[in-house]
């Protein structure tokens, strides 16, 4: 796949584009509704899904499959992302109206890890063939291991990276509007929603150790690896506001994830024997998720006999518990 320089500026350019729009549109603190997630979410797919009819339209349709592809994993393990998102939230009780802020930046971030990852990743398998097999591996091995432990939610504040921070940099105790920083007694201190940052990013750092092996399981092609991972990421703040109050219907979606995860896994292991067509693949993947989306939904519908699973409420539960931690 030939991919000009000036393309890839275009790309870049569309992204940082959109981020500014976005960052206009939201600057002013406010608590993001249903409707406005739902529109924004809109927005998001809309410009990911016609992204890859350009692929389709200059390059064909097999590398418009390995970007839908990589674009239909990534958006379905950024859901997990939601999951903890929700948690860190809720432990350190940010105002609603600020919670946007803090996952622009968190995005901005991770578009920059994420590509320096795919780069580090592009290298290595062009370098040593071989390491696919060792992202099948690990990539497998990680969705058993989601299965088996589908019901363990994070906790905050057992972080490592958090008690670092806090020994490290001097945080105030309650927040300032939407400022990271402020200043005390002549020198600059952080506040809460500094520490909700570095703990958003470095979360979004260990998800991509998942995700962007996944990706490269059904594309070794940079450009498409870069793209379907950042339009999937682009979206990733509409679609927290958009579910994140539902989130305890999603009973079955960690094992959906872990499914995904062990076939893609599987598929890199494979290369030798038999290679998957992508889309198969893609078919694959959207099959689980639609299972594990579907039977969660059916399962938790209103009015069902019995409780709810315990997962149900756990962002709920986490904003109850730590809401004088912060």
Known sequence: MNVPLWIWAAVLGVIVLMLAVDLLAHRRAHVIGVREAAVWSVVWITLGLAFGAVIWRFWGGEFAAQYYAGYLIEKSLAVDNVFVFAIIFGYFAVPREYQHRVLFFGVLGALVFRGAFIAAGSVLIASFAWILYVFGAFLVLTGVRMALHRDETMDPGRSVVLRLFRRLIPVTDEYHGQRFLVRRSGRWVATPLLAVLVLVEVTDVVFAVDSIPAIFAVTSEPFLVFTSNAFAILGLRAMYFLLADLMHRFVYLKLGLALVLVWVGVKMLLLDVYK???????????????????????????????????????????????????
Not at 282 to 301: D, F, K, M, P
């Open 276 to 326: 998957i067509p992508t889309g198969l693949s893609l078919a694959v993947v959207a099959a689980i998720l639609a299972v594990a989306v579907g039977a969660s939904w059916l399962t938790t519908r209103p009015g069902r006999a019995g409780k709810e699973p315990a997962t149900a409420g756990a962002g709920e539960d986490a904003e109850a518990d730590g809401a004088g931690s912060s």
